[in-house]
């Protein structure tokens, strides 16, 4: 079973940067594609930024700019980068895996059955 474990979130001035990071262990497929969602109080959770195992990278045009995901294999840590942070970035952030055959869809939470527990980032302006 996959496990996905995010780490690294906080609190941060609107124009500040903070990384997040997600341990992924359980899995045998390498042609995963892993991802990161948000979810703010009241609103549905949405794709915000995604990795194919080739290093092919999607974002959210909200995002666009800004964050930069990216993934070691060797540890099998997903990170994502975010900076110049915005209030409206303030969200749970979770990080998602699994087969996604077409990367058009990589973005729609509904394509992961496999999801870690979350972590806050909350930005003040």
């Known amino acids: 079973r996959v496990q996905l474990v995010e780490s690294g979130g906080g609190s941060v001035q609107a124009g500040g940067s903070l990384r997040v990071s997600c341990a992924a262990s359980?899995?045998?497929?390498?042609?995963?594609?892993f991802g990161w969602f948000r979810q703010a109080p009241g609103k549905e959770r949405e794709g915000v930024a995604v990795?194919?195992?080739?290093?092919?990278?999607g974002y959210a045009d909200s995002v666009k700019g800004r964050f930069t995901i990216s993934k070691d294999n060797a540890t099998n840590t997903l990170y994502l980068q975010m900076d110049s942070l915005k209030p409206e970035d303030t969200a749970m952030y979770y990080c998602?895996?699994?087969?996604?055959?077409?990367?058009?869809?990589?973005?729609?939470?509904?394509?992961?059955?496999?999801w870690g527990q979350g972590t806050q980032v909350t930005v003040s302006s």
């Open positions: 998602a895996a699994d087969w996604v055959l077409d990367f058009g869809l990589a973005l729609t939470p509904a394509s992961y059955n496999n």
């Open positions: 359980g899995y045998k497929y390498s042609s995963y594609v």
């Open positions: 990795i194919d195992s080739d290093g092919t990278t």
